[in-house]
DNA sequence: ATTGACTCTCACGTTACGTTATAGTTTATA
DNA sequence: TATAAACTATAACGTAACGTGAGAGTCAAT
């Protein structure tokens, strides 16, 4: 059983904030001496891991405390999202760094504001968050940003399980393949049609993405046998340079 | 001239945010129309794509107006920091990423919370600031984080610079070369006494940073040579693997 | 028994906007 | 030219996640 001090010190956040996390019911400790000093243990501190995890993905602590009270939370799923969210924000940096830059060389104008664009970030999150049980909110998710029904989605998206799919018969092949090679392109193409303007960047970080070892990496291995991901991150790589 | 709308849409922030920006005083329009509607010219653009650099890195407004107040902001100088930043941020997802990713794998205990500690964003972050004119903000966190006086520091800076400059006459050998591997060893152990327990995977990200083109990058050329940097990179890339 | 280091619970302050509410302005259309 | 539709303005209150004292017990060591 660790003190306040000790939580603090060890997980490097404030004692303020432990006893913050206790009100609002995010955090409770195992236990209470007499004199209402709190008392962490081991389970404690492993919430408290999550917690942060969530936390560094800039989920509200409401949110945070909503989806490690469901009754079916799964850990596994968690950090399975955490990691492909993680990657999203990795590749926003890296754009943010590219942009940094290109103003340094070029000291002059590059009217550039993509690089802030965080739309494909909250979007995986909505769809994160709405994974953990509240259909009301994803509901009105989806009637605020456009009218893509749900069903519209799934078909766009078994349409890219189907070319996905497809990388299947080719992984005997090299990923330098022109067959390989032709796959990707379709894959690119669904995705600026279906999705957002796909270039050859975006598709980059995609691959990186989808072999992070995530959800992505976990469909894609599951409907095209294992190590498809990493198969078609290599070919993509291969594809966009 | 473009409306708070247009350049709403093309910077990707609220209007609200811009309507903020102007009465606080961070983004003045560059004038009003006779109805008192906003219009916005190229230079606004620019200072705002700095504004959301800074921002991006957590910088309080209130800062980021300071700084760019100030009559010898340097944008040059501010990159710098900005890509510096950007890296360390970016280590630090890699960190988180791999933290998760261990979970994932063991789903037991890890009970590790150093992929949390911030605080070395945290100094180049106070550092930066303080490069900004403000010696009194500045001298206030000194006597905060403990006695360690700014005379100690530098002494510490010294030593450090010293050993990057040790680098330069072996500049001709290969980054493999035992006398090259030997420095690198030099410099990890020199920052394990005086800053931090720095580990091989620390220090390849420190060799990261010292090449990404932000001030590290500037100074180890300026003490060691022009590409110095990048060779200390290579020559650490090895020596961590 | 006292001191110094911890801890507790209020309770107000802060940052960066979101969100109405109310009202004037400009543009497109009838 | 009237009038709706779309845009913009200020004002003012709301929110999230703590930071920062204030005032008051508690515990370990001297």
Redesign the pocket.
């Given at each position: 059983m660790m003190?306040?001090?000790?939580v603090?010190k060890l997980a490097g956040?404030?004692?303020?904030?432990?006893?913050?996390?206790?009100?609002?019911g995010l955090l409770h400790?195992a236990g209470?001496?007499?004199?209402?000093?709190?008392l962490y243990d081991d389970t404690d501190l492993k919430r408290l891991q999550q917690i942060l995890l969530f936390?560094e993905l800039?989920?509200?602590?409401?949110?945070?405390r909503r989806i490690m009270e469901n009754p079916d939370f799964d850990q596994a799923k968690a950090l399975s999202q955490q990691i492909d969210l993680l990657t999203l924000r990795r590749k926003h940096l890296d754009d943010l760094l590219k942009l940094a830059r290109q103003l340094q060389r070029k000291g002059e104008n590059n009217m550039d504001f993509k690089a802030f664009d965080t739309s494909k970030i909250d979007e995986y999150t909505q769809k994160a968050k709405a994974s953990w049980g509240d259909t009301a909110e994803y509901k009105e998710y989806e009637k605020k940003h456009g009218k893509r029904s749900s069903s519209d989605s799934k078909k766009a998206a078994e349409g890219l399980m189907a070319i996905i799919s497809g990388f299947a018969p080719l992984r005997e092949k090299h990923p330098s393949d022109a067959a390989v090679q032709a796959q990707v392109k379709k894959l690119q193409d669904f995705i600026s049609e279906n999705y957002y303007s796909c270039t050859k960047e975006t598709l980059s970080g995609l691959g990186k993405m989808y072999a992070a070892g995530g959800d992505f990496t976990k469909n894609i291995d599951a409907a095209a046998g294992d190590g498809a991901a990493s198969f078609i991150n290599e070919a993509i790589q291969i594809y966009t340079k």
């Open positions: 003190t306040v001090h000790e603090s956040v404030s004692i303020r904030t432990l006893q913050y996390y206790d009100t609002i400790p209470y001496t007499d004199s209402g000093y709190r936390r800039e989920f509200p602590l409401k949110e945070i």
